[in-house]
């Protein structure tokens, strides 16, 4: 069957990948110490998620460290005081402990052309700043049930997936694919350039959830509890819309809401 103007232009617009900043896979949940193994980890393609140091390290073993982490700019690094990291490990861990995941995170650039090539009309959930990993885990199992094709969670400020993220999905993030970026901006902007509507919960906003358009091409976003969307990625969004809020509490859940948003999408996208 011959493609359209349309899928042709956006698979064109897909495949330039200078939207996307977070280059490579990382895992997490497994523990390397010592300077040098975290070296060799390095050199060896291991994906690191994350990495702390001691704040004073200034050994010239450290400075082989910091020579090697300046080719994985996609790898976290926060540095701490000592004590923080003998809460991990006893061990002689030289001032340094790696992070290294049980998942695989997938790369948005890839994702959206190889759906698009499938025939398949994207559905993602973009996490921005919700950080409680039971809240990931209960959005990551209803994302898996519906079929969503994507979470989407930012390299800092957003829940891993670890052990208790795992458990709470149901083993659903064992299978569905996690995308971590450097940028949520970015991510959003390389979503919009291939034909993704960008539709965000808010309470601020005066349009029910059920008037936006959700059976097109579309990245659901979803805020932290506290803060909501952040003005950021707010100010990229096409739709805002809101969950109507009946009782005394002024909120749902950002798990529960979450479900609500999905499952709009999927009721539109069945009547069709």
Not at 174 to 185: I, N, Q, W, Y
């Amino acid at each position: 069957m011959q493609e359209n103007e349309q899928l042709i232009n956006l698979k064109k617009n897909c495949n330039n990948r200078d939207y996307f900043l977070n280059k490579g896979t990382m895992k997490e949940n497994e523990m390397i110490f010592g300077i040098r193994a975290i070296i060799e980890a390095i050199k060896s393609d291991k994906q690191i998620d994350k990495i702390i140091l001691k704040n004073d390290m200034q050994s010239e073993l450290a400075k082989e460290l910091f020579a090697a982490l300046k080719d994985t700019p996609h790898v976290q690094v926060q540095r701490v005081p000592g004590e923080r990291l003998n809460r991990y490990t006893r061990k002689n861990h030289q001032g340094a402990i790696a992070f290294i995941s049980q998942t695989t995170y997938q790369m948005v650039s890839d994702l959206i052309p190889m759906l698009y090539e499938e025939g398949k009309s994207p559905l993602f959930v973009v996490l921005d700043g919700v950080t409680d990993v039971r809240n990931f885990g209960a959005i990551a199992r209803t994302c898996e049930c519906a079929g969503v094709n994507a979470i989407v969670i930012p390299m800092k400020g957003g829940a891993s997936v670890n052990a208790d993220a795992i458990k709470t999905s149901a083993g659903a993030l064992h299978t569905l694919p996690v995308c971590k970026e450097g940028s949520l901006v970015s991510a959003i902007k390389f979503m919009k350039k291939c034909g993704i509507r960008i539709v965000a919960a808010s309470e601020k906003s005066n349009m029910n959830y059920t008037q936006s358009n959700l059976h097109d091409p579309v990245a659901i976003v979803m805020g932290a509890e506290d803060k909501g969307v952040s003005p950021e990625v707010l100010r990229l969004c096409d739709d805002m819309v809101r969950i109507p809020i009946n009782g005394k509490i002024s909120s749902l859940n950002v798990s529960v809401a979450a479900g609500v948003m999905i499952y709009e999408a999927v009721r539109q996208r069945e009547s069709i």
